[in-house]
């Protein structure tokens, strides 16, 4: 997968923001202005061109902000005003112009606040409250006004939930167990009572929940594992409930979003910043997102047209940004860390990519699916327009590049630029080898240049990684 450069949308940050694609091309957003405590509205043209407008002003409101489209392409969005503790819903009337209810005052009521439409097009919305921690669920009936219902009770069971409408109209919904520390689900029976699952159990796990539904009404779960720092996903196949590992890392997996199309898509906080992943025949495959080691939060996904849309906060400079997913080949140019440059540190990106698995498609400049020795070719040979074994990037294979290797020969965790050449950190036999086969005398006046004899030091290794090289 190839992602467009972020682009910051909005600089009044973004927490808590909520993604949609409409059928007409358009990718509606909302999301809390935590500056401002504001709930915020946008709208992003199929052209390109966000448009954004302030929904509700009144007290620190917009905290858990969920967004769903209806039918009609209208904007409906459940979410709490923080300090009175309300849980509230609008639905956009036109520009600058909403229709705005307290669903549920109660002391504390609100938290994670989940919204789903049915097929009539009424609101079902799960959330909490700080003071029980129940589960519940508040729906509208036309003619009968909001219904109000105790889900689960528990203990503490209600944090972090996320709901589902299959299509029958039940819901589903995934939720994390604070007092017992595991991922649960609730399946609403068609006779209006509820079962629960227990889905992860062992050791902190469920927190940041988020489902989707495939196209048999079979719940797709992602969440962060606190006690694995991992990003988890859950499914289930209509018999059992499966779990598996995605990314594992420091804070990996936190504030995901999930969505199903002809597979599971998650954008999350990784260790290095915002990141998507796929499953494509059985296989993760990962995208970097933002700029690799910005620290992000709040990620919001959606699927338009089966390209993936993705919104997430840079917590470094408060601004929400925006980026676009394609597989169409060429949109990776290089500049695999967005300085505006293409140089060694992107033949060092790459080359740790490599080491690290290949699975990373943000690197796949081939576009084959792979990251390998055919897109280390692509960067240095054709991107670069040079050869294995130019350290300085300069043009040539020289002196000056041999120099730079003897000078770092036998030393670890260095890159391209101190002469490794074959990507394993250290420069050594195989480097010099590298570096002779592409050597051109006289190119780098003034330069030291090894003794004739020297360049058959290494010959003896030489053809094997000649040929590597050459098939990659």
């Known amino acids: 997968m190839y992602w467009s450069a972020p682009a910051l949308i ?13 059928p007409d091309g358009t990718l509606h957003l909302a999301f809390l202005d935590h500056v401002n405590g504001d709930l915020r509205y946008g709208v992003r043209s199929p052209g390109g061109q966000w448009t954004f407008e302030t929904v509700d002003t009144e007290g620190d409101t917009g905290w858990f902000a969920s967004l769903e489209m209806d039918s009609a392409g209208v904007p409906h ?7 009175n503790y309300k849980l509230k819903y609008a639905v956009r009337q036109g520009p600058d112009d909403w229709a705005i209810e307290t669903v549920d005052s109660a002391p504390g009521r609100g938290w994670y606040s989940s919204l789903a439409l049915d097929s009539a097009g009424n609101p079902h919305i799960a959330y909490s409250g700080n003071q029980e921690w129940d589960l ?55 006779g209006g009572g509820w079962s629960f699952d227990v889905v992860d159990d062992p050791g902190d796990a469920g927190i940041d929940t988020t489902i ?8 797709h779960v992602a969440y962060w594992d606190r006690g694995s720092d991992a990003l988890k996903y859950a499914w289930h196949d209509g018999a059992d409930w499966h779990v598996e ?27 290095l910043g915002a990141r998507y992943a796929e499953k494509v025949a059985g296989v993760w495959a990962f995208s970097q997102v933002s700029l690799p080691g910005e620290r992000c939060g709040d990620t919001a996904l959606a699927m338009e047209a089966g390209r993936p849309r993705m919104t997430w906060l840079n917590l470094d400079d408060g601004g929400l940004y925006y980026a676009e997913g394609s ?8 500049d695999f860390n967005m300085d505006g440059e293409v140089n060694v540190l992107d033949v060092d990106a790459l080359f740790g990519a490599i080491r690290e698995g290949g699975t990373d498609l943000w690197y796949d400049l081939t576009a084959d699916g792979m990251v390998d020795g055919g897109d280390t070719d692509e960067l240095i040979r054709q991107i670069l327009a040079t050869e294995y074994g130019d350290g300085n ?6 002196g000056l590049d041999y120099n730079n290797w003897s000078l770092h020969y036998q030393a670890s965790g260095v890159g391209w630029g101190e002469g490794d050449f074959n990507g394993d950190t250290v420069p050594d036999g195989l480097d010099y080898n590298v570096w002779s086969m592409y050597y051109q005398p006289g190119e780098a006046a003034g330069a030291p240049v090894p003794e004739p004899a020297a360049l058959a030091l290494f ?3 030489a053809c094997p990684l000649l040929r590597r090289r050459r098939q990659a």
């Open 10 to 22: 909005q600089a009044d940050g973004g927490r808590y923001s909520s993604l949609e694609a409409a």
């Open 327 to 334: 597989m169409i080949p060429g949109s990776q140019t290089g």
């Open 393 to 398: 990037l300069d043009g040539s294979v020289d």
């Open 212 to 219: 989707d539904l495939d196209d048999a009404g079979h719940p």
């Open 136 to 190: 519940r669920q508040a729906w509208y009936a036309p003619g009968a006004g909001w219904q109000f219902e105790t889900i689960d009770s528990a203990g503490g069971v209600g944090l972090y939930c996320s709901l589902a409408l299959d299509s029958a109209d039940l819901c589903r919904i995934c939720y994390f167990d604070k007092d017992n520390k595991r991922l649960k689900f609730a399946w609403q029976q068609p």
């Open 77 to 83: 969005v459940a979410y709490c005003e923080f300090w």
């Open 245 to 271: 590992t995605v990314e594992a890392g420091t804070d990996c997996g936190y504030e995901a979003c999930i969505v199903w199309e002809d597979g599971p898509h998650i954008s999350y906080k990784g260790t």
């Open 459 to 461: 010959a003896a290794g």
